[in-house]
């Protein structure tokens, strides 16, 4: 795990505009209360027991959120991309960040201190119950995980996760998943051998096109059949 280390966010109020229309309208009360910031590819959003100060909303980029295990393995829980936000979970409940947050690719993000949030979240009761559904969405989809990592052979989890993979970066108007193998294989619970053997084995059924640093998914219908398979 990284040291518990929170970088210096920057600002670039010449090379760095947003457009705000990449959120669902309940967080739009938020806006006004926003710093625009920058993070670097590598830089950490927050770490694993950091004190919840803030609310973040990605406007562009991508960040992994993961958790460790005692033996200090990564797990990959999910990757954050425009539209998506995180924070709420910790400052609605006042307790420290249960996960690590790191940024994949560069990212424009949206931060409100955590007392704005609270303040706008008490006078919006709109706004909280929008929150309050997004977390009873998420802890339902790490069910469905657990499920898949019990029950799922991983070629089905491998070609399920390319087609989520698929939907997040096509949010920037990216055909190509930058993911790396090791984050891959993380994300969908298994060895990072076993997720290069299997991305193999679906190009050489041309589902996939593999390159050094991405990957580019041919075949959806087919993927879309085996990830249904063993539903």
């Given at each position: 795990m990284k040291n518990d280390?929170?970088?210096h966010l920057s600002i670039d109020n010449e090379l760095?505009?947003?457009t705000h229309n990449s959120f669902n309208s309940p967080l739009n009360s938020l806006i006004q209360y926003a710093e625009e910031l920058k993070f670097n590819k590598g830089q950490i959003l927050f770490n694993v027991g950091n004190i919840?100060?803030?609310f973040y909303m990605i406007d562009s980029g991508e960040i992994k959120v993961s958790k460790f295990g005692v033996d200090g393995k990564e797990q990959i829980i999910k990757i954050l991309s425009k539209g998506d936000f995180i924070g709420h979970e910790a400052l609605?409940?006042?307790h420290r960040f249960h996960e690590y947050t790191e940024v994949l690719k560069d990212a424009d993000i949206l931060y409100v201190s955590g007392e704005d949030f609270k303040k706008v979240v008490d006078n919006d009761p709109a706004l909280m119950n929008f929150l309050v559904q997004d977390l009873c969405n998420s802890l339902n989809k790490v069910?469905?995980?657990l499920v898949s990592s019990a029950y799922e052979p991983v070629r089905g989890r491998l070609a399920a996760m390319l087609l989520e993979l698929n939907t997040i970066y096509a949010k920037d108007n990216n055909s190509e998943i930058t993911l790396s193998r090791a984050d891959l294989a993380k994300l969908i619970g298994t060895a990072k051998e076993t997720s290069i053997r299997l991305l193999s084995e679906f190009k050489?059924?041309?589902l996939v096109d593999l390159h050094d640093h991405y990957i580019i998914i041919k075949d959806m219908k087919a993927l879309n059949r085996i990830a249904q398979m063993y539903k």
């Open positions: 280390v929170i970088p760095f505009k947003i919840a100060r803030g609605l409940n006042d069910e469905d995980k050489s059924e041309n």
